[in-house]
């Protein structure tokens, strides 16, 4: 009897710890387990249970003491809890590294060593690390040469940029970082932006960092570079529509006054978690070039990110959690993550990758010049998760979008890869504006997000109808940079509201005050180059104690174009201060005069839809040199008139029509053939 009940303890015991000892393959991702009892060698992300707690940070007010903390904890809770893993990773004599955004470590193994980690009880998962293709540009023009173009980039004007600029905000003071295929540093329309030039030398250290330690055979870049280089042209032309200007012909970037840093994360297009992870690290913390002595002060803004990791290419749930914590890390150290949504549309919950699917990731649509949704923008709602969360947060420009690339060359790509460099730009322009916004991310989100301009759809996705604001195809609406910077800026201490409106013969400026208690007067000022100011109007303040007061003056002459209006609050003591400025885009003349055909061979006709009362033609070419002017008389409705272009050379021009006061009604961009 005492042998049978030995027996049956026995067995009791043998079967539990068969089982305890098989409870590793359970942490393990089926592909790793499956690579490794092949026999193969394998790549895989060993995810330790101690994750920091950084949410004190949102304690701080300041940027450079929030990424201080983030760092501090991140990596002092790697540091303490990492030291058994990497001993077992060691004594096998494996290939490894260690991080600290993510308490986590790559290793690649065979067997053996993959169930030693996996028995250890502070690792709770081993994650795959596959190679992913990234979502590139989507049917974009082949690489053209450099033009010779004195114009603005259509995206940058769309969302307000350059008259942002006009106001003084270019993005200077701001860092601006890039995560993609590298970039072309020297490139003429972004050196002199570079953080890492200052005129006369370069130094890559802290600006600079390649996480492509093992790149394929051919890679023009090679490994391990300790010099900016772009191996896809991506990269580059992503940089330059942030920061890009050649102080010439080419304006393509949306803050020309920020500077930028870079992190390589892309082998020709092909990245992986741990590279994605490795870049994101080095923008919390950067690092000399040698990969020490991290500074989190000198971390961007801004990061622009324009990559995936889908579950079609090998990504499962470890690496997508893995993902979002990083960048939670990330915007609690106050920075703001840019993504762009991805180019699966046009269906419901295609945005479906890291790392546009997350909360804190700010993920953004692409739209063309018309300001609609490009059919290959990604919509939501995310489903890929499980959250159902709406996407993208915005839209920005995406279509035919000219930038920077390799080998000094310019050209046109589209994709949301596209569109996000927009909106980091777009940051970079707030942030120049006021730069006590440095690390507000929430603040700077919502202002971009409450003051785009909103788009409808009749697609409509999860639930939620198109014609709402937000949706899940355009989010928001179409970022309005100009319009982001107002809405933060501080107005009178008695306005309330202040805004500018176009009608069909005229703009109305409105405002509203508190109860004036000092006030006297209020002078309405116009400018139309925000240099050169004029009173047009003054409007006696009217003091109501217990309501606001509603004020609205009509400037009766607006000029075709942006009319820029601010308000001076003229206190009963003498004193004054001024309001924000706020924009009104009239259109007048020059919208009811169709010019035709373009491209032009022989000549260029303009129509006029209206009466046209007299004014002034001019062509320039693409160098602004004057081919063509000639007083414009007065042309009867529904009337053509042809102007002569048979002795111009083949290129672009500018046709600038301006009225009888000489003010610019309409500017056309020609290309002669």
């Known amino acids: 009897m005492k042998q049978l009940t030995f ?38 992300l060993v995810v330790l249970w101690e994750q920091a707690d950084v949410e004190n940070a949102n304690l701080f007010r300041s940027k450079e003491d929030k990424g201080r903390y983030v760092y501090e904890q991140l990596s002092a809770t790697a540091a303490q809890t990492q030291s058994e893993v990497l001993r077992t990773i060691r004594r096998a004599k494996a290939m ?51 033009r ?19 106001s003084g905000y270019t993005g200077q003071g701001v860092v601006i970082g890039g995560q993609d295929t590298g970039v072309e540093w020297d490139h003429l329309a972004i050196k002199d932006q570079y953080r890492g030039w200052n005129g006369t030398t370069a130094d890559h250290n802290y600006n600079w960092h390649d996480a492509i330690h093992a790149a394929r055979s051919g890679n023009p870049c090679g490994s391990n570079t300790v010099t900016p280089c772009d191996d896809n042209n991506h990269g580059t ?65 801004v990061i622009n990110n324009s990559w995936g990791c889908p579950t079609s290419e090998g990504c499962n749930s470890g690496n997508f959690a893995t993902m979002e914590a990083v960048v939670n890390s990330l915007k609690t150290a106050g920075i703001v993550v840019v993504v762009s949504a991805g180019n699966s549309g046009s269906g419901c919950n295609t945005v479906n990758t890291p790392a546009a699917i997350y909360e804190n990731s700010f993920s953004v649509g692409a739209t063309n010049s ?170 006696e303040a009217r003091s109501n104690s217990q309501v606001q007061v509603d004020y609205s003056f009509d400037d009766l002459h607006p000029q075709a174009g942006s009319n820029y209006y601010r308000l001076r609050q003229v206190d009963r003591d003498g004193s004054h201060e001024y309001s924000k400025v706020v924009t009104a885009v009239y259109e007048d003349a020059g919208k009811n005069v169709r010019i035709f055909p373009n491209p032009i061979r022989e000549e260029v006709k303009l129509r006029f839809a209206e009466t046209w009362t007299g004014g002034q033609l001019s062509v320039f070419n693409a160098l602004g040199q004057l081919v063509h002017q000639q007083p414009l008389a007065r042309q009867p409705k529904g009337s053509d008139f042809v102007v002569d272009a048979s002795t111009w050379s083949e290129g672009m021009y500018f046709l600038n029509l301006q009225d009888a006061n000489g003010q610019l009604v309409k500017q056309e961009k020609l290309l002669k053939h």
């Open 148 to 166: 010779g173009l004195s114009s603005i980039e259509w995206g940058v004007s769309k969302i307000g940029a350059d008259q942002a600029w006009a």
């Open 96 to 146: 490894h590294q260690s991080y600290w955004i993510v308490n986590a470590v790559w290793v690649k193994s065979g067997l053996e060593l993959l169930e030693s980690l996996a028995r250890l009880p502070e690792v709770k998962r081993i994650d795959p690390n596959p190679r992913i293709y990234f979502d590139g540009p989507v049917d974009g023009p082949p690489p053209a040469s450099p």
């Open 370 to 539: 018309s300001d609609n949704i490009a059919g290959f923008s990604s919509r939501g709602p995310v489903t890929v998760d499980g959250s159902g969360r709406a996407k993208p947060n915005v839209s920005a420009p995406g279509v035919a979008v000219r930038s920077c690339i390799r080998n000094g060359r310019y050209a046109s790509f589209q994709g949301t890869s596209m569109a996000g460099p927009h909106v980091a730009g777009a940051v970079a322009l707030i942030i120049s504006a006021d730069p006590g916004l440095a690390g507000q991310v929430e603040v700077i989100e919502s202002a971009l997000e409450t003051t785009s301009v909103g788009r409808t759809t009749t697609q409509n996705c999860g639930g939620v109808s198109g014609s709402s604001i937000p949706n899940n195809t355009y989010g928001y609406g179409r970022i309005d940079a100009l319009a982001a910077i107002n809405s933060l800026l501080p107005l009178p201490v008695d306005l309330t509201s202040f805004y500018a409106v176009p009608e069909k013969k005229y703009v109305r400026v409105h405002w509203q005050t508190s109860a004036e208690l000092n006030s006297d007067h209020f002078v309405l000022e116009k400018s139309l180059d925000l240099n050169h100011w004029s009173a047009i109007g003054t409007v």
């Open 7 to 44: 027996l049956f303890l026995f067995c009791i015991l043998f079967f539990s710890a068969s089982a305890a000892g098989d409870d590793w393959r359970s942490k393990v991702a089926t592909t790793v387990l499956e690579e490794a009892e092949a026999g193969d060698m394998t790549e895989y």
């Open 237 to 301: 032309h992503t940089v330059g529509t942030m920061v890009g200007d050649d102080s010439g012909s080419n304006q393509i970037g949306v803050a020309p006054g920020a500077r930028w840093i870079a992190c390589r994360n892309m082998d020709r297009g092909y990245g992986t978690p741990t590279t994605y992870i490795e870049c994101f690290q080095w923008f919390l913390a950067p690092t000399n070039s040698n990969g020490n002595n991290p500074d989190a002060t000198k971390a961007p803004h």
